[in-house]
């Protein structure tokens, strides 16, 4: 079968620095990406690894372990804005090659 | 470039019913996927059509079916609503040249079943 595990939820403070991570269960990885969804807006994309390592872009980093089916989204320097849902999504190829989001992590930014 | 369309943004629809629903993708963008997103259960894959042909599909039933135009635009049809059909539907547009991680998508269109 296949399967991505998220946390449901994070909270994290207001200039603090918070790490979501994905642990993922599919035949065919290519590779994980990571897209942001703000109440009542459109998933957008954030980033994609496919090979493992650090990706940086700004204060957004994603990391892939594909020895250990794990990756996570770093935020750094936490803005209000960055309340949003955050989902990892698994790129397949093979017979059945497309891609598989996970259910979301909710972050909360406090002040 | 224009992002990719929806139409409609709302719809309010009864039991047994159909509905069709429309996108329009990023131009230059070759493949459309759908996906249903309900509360806590995220994103759930619907199909994907690249060049007019269905490429990949998800696990719902076949009251749930989709097409694609020359110029891309696509549209998804679901027939003899159901209440659990109530849900946002997404749009997603990608250039269909492998980099399909990267996805464009659309506002959604907000299906209301009663």
């Known amino acids: 079968g296949q399967s991505l595990e998220q946390p449901s939820e994070v909270t994290a403070v207001e200039g603090a620095i918070v790490q979501i991570n994905c642990t993922y269960q599919t035949s065919g990885f290519y590779g994980l990406s990571w897209y942001q969804q703000h109440d009542g807006g459109a998933p957008t994309f954030l980033s994609y690894n496919a090979l493992d390592g650090l990706e940086e872009t700004g204060r957004f980093s994603s990391f892939l372990s594909r020895s250990d089916s794990y990756g996570y989204l770093l935020l750094q320097e936490l803005q209000m804005k960055d309340s949003a849902s955050y989902f990892c999504?698994?790129?397949?190829?093979?017979?059945?090659?497309?891609?598989?989001f996970g259910k979301g992590t909710r972050l909360h930014i406090l002040p | 470039k224009a992002g990719v369309t929806q139409t409609p943004r709302y719809l309010i629809k009864t039991r047994g019913q159909q509905v069709t629903l429309s996108c329009s993708p990023i131009s230059g963008h070759r493949s459309v996927s759908w996906y249903q997103q309900t509360p806590g259960q995220g994103l759930q894959f619907l199909f994907e059509?690249?060049?007019?042909?269905?490429?990949n599909k998800g696990n719902f039933p076949g009251r749930f079916s989709g097409r694609q135009f020359s110029n891309s635009r696509s549209e998804m049809n679901v027939s003899t609503l159901e209440l659990g059909d109530s849900a946002l539907y997404l749009c997603?547009?990608?250039?269909?040249?492998?980099?399909?991680?990267?996805?464009?998508f659309g506002p959604g269109t907000r299906l209301t079943v009663t």
């Open positions: 059509y690249f060049s007019e042909t269905q490429r």
């Open positions: 999504a698994v790129s397949r190829r093979g017979r059945d090659d497309k891609i598989i």
């Open positions: 997603a547009s990608s250039l269909g040249d492998g980099t399909d991680y990267e996805q464009y």
